[in-house]
């Protein structure tokens, strides 16, 4: 990695902020992008895609609303990928992201380019939900959530506020998940 790349990656991590995904590393708070994102004035350089790719699909239920299919993001490099690169997210479409331990850090979108609703989720209920855009720039907004989560579960734009989905709100992942890394 050249010294021009190293320092925004430097700063990203000192900040505790990297894009709409999380590394979620025990030791730290979960963050919003990959500890292999950097930024240079003209270029972004993306985490590659995970390893052997996502979990697969579960269904999670949500009080009031119809059952997403979701992908799974129990690893870091997963979580660190998120939904980013993806053109478009098909209603009923999402992603679940599972923390080894609470996590009170927000989320961001870089290098994700459809814009996303957000769930924290602590234990089987909804702590915050945020609508979160895509940043095309490098200075990009933070959706923190309310209170501590366990997971995070990203819908397509207006999924939850549509469907009346706020704290409190039970929430359910019906299928096999393997523990979070």
Avoid: K, N
Wanted: hydrophobic share 40%; charged share 15%; with cysteine.
């Amino acid at each position: 990695m050249t010294a021009r790349r190293a320092l925004p990656l430097a700063l990203a991590i000192g900040l505790g902020l990297l894009p709409a995904c999380s590394d979620g590393s025990v030791d730290e708070p979960p963050r919003t992008a990959s500890p292999s994102v950097a930024a240079t004035s003209t270029t972004l350089v993306l985490p590659p895609p995970p390893a052997g790719g996502f979990d697969p699909p579960v269904r999670v239920e949500i009080d009031g609303a119809p059952t997403l299919t979701a992908e799974v993001a129990r690893r870091p490099d997963q979580r660190a990928r998120g939904l980013m690169q993806r053109t478009s997210l098909r209603a009923g479409a999402g992603m679940v992201f599972l923390f080894p331990d609470r996590g009170t850090g927000g989320f961001y979108m870089l290098g994700t380019l459809v814009p996303l609703s957000i769930a924290y989720v602590d234990g089987d209920r909804v702590v915050s939900t945020a609508e979160m855009t895509p940043c095309p720039g490098q200075q990009c907004p933070t959706y923190p959530p309310d209170a501590p989560y366990t997971m995070a579960v990203e819908a397509p734009a207006g999924f939850f506020p549509r469907h009346g989905v706020g704290p409190g709100t039970r929430v359910r992942i019906v299928g096999e998940t393997a523990p979070p890394e």
